[in-house]
């Protein structure tokens, strides 16, 4: 099975900051990865898909990148509706469409 | 509008079963594949079975593997996901979402408890 590990687990920001969520894969998974946000008894949101590619209605202050392993979801200029939970998952290899462990993103 | 809506969760105690239910509208459910997503209290999301869209392809996470059954009846709109032999573990919330690949729809979740 394919490891997902999200860096840093945790993270204090200010409005107005720019923000990356780092997420490694065990194995090569080309551009088959999700990004996730998700809100405190909410359900998850899709952000990002194929890497890189933003989902309709997400402000482009979001952004994602990489291939191969190594990915990055970038908040540009964080807005206080930004602070949550993010997620990576991915979807080259199944079973199991593996998420990592998530990074939540707190008010500083 | 697009939704899914889940129902089905509830307290049953370990070794019991379970049905949760997942009905879709607002598109053509018997085009899309379906996933179970379930989160435990505090933790993270963890993917737990998917189905194709016609029925004949189903996956499962290897910690619910011979114990929860996914299935679909296009005719109904309806997604499931039969959970047999619980376990205090399998407590969470269970979301069901739409996609084969990334999950753009997902429905608000139904709670599970298990407990004596």
């Known amino acids: 099975a394919i490891r997902m590990t999200q860096s840093p687990s945790s993270l204090s920001a200010s409005t107005g900051d720019r923000v990356t969520i780092t997420c490694r894969a065990s194995?090569?998974?080309?551009?088959?990865l999700a990004w996730y946000q998700q809100k405190p008894g909410k359900a998850p949101k899709l952000l990002i898909y194929?890497?890189?590619t933003l989902q309709s209605g997400v402000p482009s202050r979001f952004s994602g990148s990489g291939s191969g392993t190594d990915f990055t979801l970038t908040i540009s200029c964080l807005q206080s509706e930004d602070f949550a939970t993010y997620y990576c998952?991915?979807?080259?290899?199944?079973?199991?469409?593996?998420f990592g462990q998530g990074t939540k993103l707190e008010i500083k | 509008q697009v939704q899914l809506v889940e129902s089905g969760g509830g307290v049953v105690q370990p070794g019991r079963s379970l049905r949760l239910s997942c009905a879709a509208s607002?598109?053509?459910?018997?085009?899309?594949?379906m996933h179970w997503v379930r989160q435990a209290p505090g933790k993270g999301l963890e993917w737990v079975a998917v189905?194709?869209?016609?029925?004949?392809?189903?996956y499962y996470a290897d910690s619910v593997k011979g114990r929860f059954t996914i299935s679909r009846d296009n005719s109904k709109n309806t997604l499931y996901l039969q959970m047999n032999s619980l376990r205090a573990e399998d407590t969470a919330v269970y979301y069901c979402?739409?996609?084969?690949?990334?999950?753009?729809?997902w429905g608000k979740g139904t709670t599970v408890t298990v407990s004596s």
């Open positions: 194995q090569g998974i080309s551009s088959y």
């Open positions: 998952q991915q979807y080259y290899s199944y079973p199991p469409y593996s």
């Open positions: 607002g598109f053509t459910f018997s085009s899309y594949a």
């Open positions: 194929a890497a890189s």
């Open positions: 189905i194709s869209y016609d029925g004949s392809n189903k």
């Open positions: 979402a739409r996609g084969l690949a990334a999950a753009n729809v």
